[in-house]
């Protein structure tokens, strides 16, 4: 049987755990069960094309070590100044770990499979619960070491002893923070959801979550003033939902020794909210436990029908029945499928994001009626980033073992398939955002921008064509396994991004030439046209193929 070291320490706590009512031989029997597994699994981050021996998961920490090197010029910049460092370093952490639990973790959490054979043994719901969040705590230990390692030692260096220890102190109760609180937000969904529904909205949980701690960031370092390149704090009582900023606080406590009321306040919440989290937890078990229940039923209803939208723009766009066909069938892949959209959604909102958060940052140097005169309307190119990631994700499909049926319908052009693909995503995932940051942009930069507009959505039509033919993607979309999401075209869809910067530098040169939008606008349409139909050839009539 094989010996983890994470077991043999976590034995070292056994009267603990037996105080607690928890049965640790059974709670330690599950864990192993489960360690022993997950050395078969392959993390999100860091998926491999082939299944290779050992725990990935630990060959992938490398990765997060790489990651943890960001957090080194926050600690070495502002000496003294420890409640914005920390801020900082510790939002960029809950950042880390956030979006790693909620990708990696979430689907342990909630992980009904085991209930069949556990639920039948003498076993109690504390003891299957409390392996759960310690089966996870594990994995976010080593997440946060190698991310954190490399940043620790040059802070221990830099600022000493009592820093170190006070970090090291912090970073735990950040993991059973962001671990607890997930649960907890989960445990709100599965109280009021069920079937069906429930995954649906848990999903879109999970993707909030990742692009609300990116907004969180950004409200963290506002909740800080630079004034002449010295850096002052001022308590707002907002700050109190920061949590970043209570772990920055409890440093600046604890040691620059500034006890004002408003820092030993913050500060508390640091210790207190993870405890009172994790108590309420403990609490919520039973009912917790009941609630995923409902992760195991299946909703009745589950056939949907193209809207009315969908089949008006299939009628538009489409040249013939079986590009309409494909175009229907990626319209309801990408609103059903929910890997897809854990996948591609949180991409959806950074694109809205980013945009305003460099626009509120000009804010603080230039007043809305600069800004709207200037060219910083060009920032709704920030809308097309998500477009290499999702044409590339459309290759992918949980239910990718069904693809047998492209070969054996009698599909006479091919080419159909993936041009019926991506329009629908176009019209079904592009349009919308785009048309959100129109309205908003219009409002800021005022009318004169509409042919600006028109260049940056014939430019994401065109970078659509070109992104899928640089990806060298298959003859027909879903058809592939999300396990090799991760490692295939790593090195293209980093090329494909530069590269989606030529579209920028070619809305500039056209913008400097009197009357050059309009000709950069017929370019675009021109090598849409031709580029369209180069790429997906559209035969005459064929026999159909039995």
């Not at 094989?2 to 330690?28: C, P, Q, W």
């Not at 994001?353 to 509120?360: A, D, E, L, T």
């Not at 349009?431 to 014939?458: E, G, Q, Y």
Request: aromatic share 16%; net charge positive; glycine share 6%.
């Amino acid at each position: 049987m094989h010996e983890f070291r994470t077991l043999t320490i976590l034995s070292k706590f056994k009267r603990l755990f037996v105080k607690a009512g928890i049965d640790y031989n059974a709670m330690e029997t599950i864990l192993r069960m489960k360690l022993t597994m997950d050395g078969r699994r392959t993390p999100t981050i860091f998926n491999a094309q082939k299944k290779k021996d050992g725990n990935q998961f630990l060959k992938s920490l490398w990765i997060y070590g790489l990651y943890g090197l960001m957090l080194i010029p926050f600690l070495l910049f502002g000496d003294g100044h420890y409640i914005f460092q920390m801020s900082i370093v510790f939002g960029i952490t809950m950042f880390i770990l956030t979006t790693t639990m909620v990708s990696d973790f979430s689907s342990v959490l909630l992980d009904v499979r085991d209930k069949t054979v556990l639920q039948t043994k003498p076993v109690s719901s504390r003891t299957i619960n409390t392996a759960k969040i310690i089966h996870i705590l594990i994995y976010m230990f080593f997440i946060t070491g190698a991310f954190i390692a490399i940043p620790l030692v040059v802070g221990l260096l830099k600022k000493g002893i009592a820093f170190t220890l006070v970090f090291i102190a912090a970073l735990l109760f950040t993991m059973l923070f962001i671990v607890v609180i997930t649960s907890l937000v989960y445990f709100a969904v599965l109280r009021f959801f069920d079937g069906e529904k429930l995954k649906d909205i848990i999903n879109y949980v999970q993707i909030l979550l990742s692009v609300g701690v990116i907004v969180g960031y950004q409200i963290v370092i506002r909740a800080f003033n630079f004034v002449d390149f010295d850096l002052t704090y001022t308590f707002s009582w907002w700050h109190v939902f920061l949590p970043p900023v209570w772990f920055g606080a409890a440093f600046e406590l604890l040691l620059n020794k500034d006890f004002s009321t408003e820092l030993i306040l913050i500060s508390a919440l640091a210790l207190l909210v993870p405890i009172l989290s994790m108590y309420i937890y403990v609490r919520l078990m039973p009912s917790f436990e009941r609630n995923m229940d409902k992760l195991m039923s299946e909703s009745k209803n589950r056939k949907k029908k193209s809207s009315w939208w969908v089949e008006l723009w299939a009628k538009l766009c489409c040249r013939n029945e079986e590009e309409k066909t494909f175009f229907r069938f990626g319209a309801l892949m990408m609103q059903q499928e929910r890997e897809f959209k854990l996948k591609v959604y949180p991409s959806l909102g950074f694109s809205i994001v980013f945009p305003f958060i460099f626009i509120f940052t000009e804010l603080q140097m230039r007043t809305l009626a600069e800004i709207s005169t200037g060219k910083m309307f060009l920032l709704i190119y920030f809308g097309n980033m998500m477009i290499p990631t999702i044409v590339h994700m459309l290759q992918f499909s949980v239910n990718h073992k069904g693809s047998w049926l492209f070969k054996a319908a009698p599909i006479r052009q091919p080419a159909t398939a993936y041009s019926g693909t991506l329009k629908a995503f176009l019209v079904k995932l592009y349009m919308p955002v785009f048309i959100l940051l129109s309205i908003a942009f219009i409002a800021i930069f005022t009318w004169r921008i509409v042919p600006d507009l028109f260049a940056v959505l014939f430019g994401a039509i065109l970078q659509t064509l070109l992104t899928y033919k640089w990806m060298n993607a298959g003859e027909f979309p879903f058809t592939q396994s999300f396990e090799f999401a991760q490692s295939e075209g790593s090195a293209k869809m980093f090329l494909v991004n530069l590269g989606a910067g030529i579209f920028v530098v070619g809305h500039l040169i056209a913008s400097a030439i009197t009357g050059g939008i309009y000709v950069y606008i017929a370019l675009l349409l021109i090598a849409i046209f031709i580029g369209w139909r180069k790429v997906f050839p559209m035969k005459g009539d064929l026999p159909v193929r039995m």
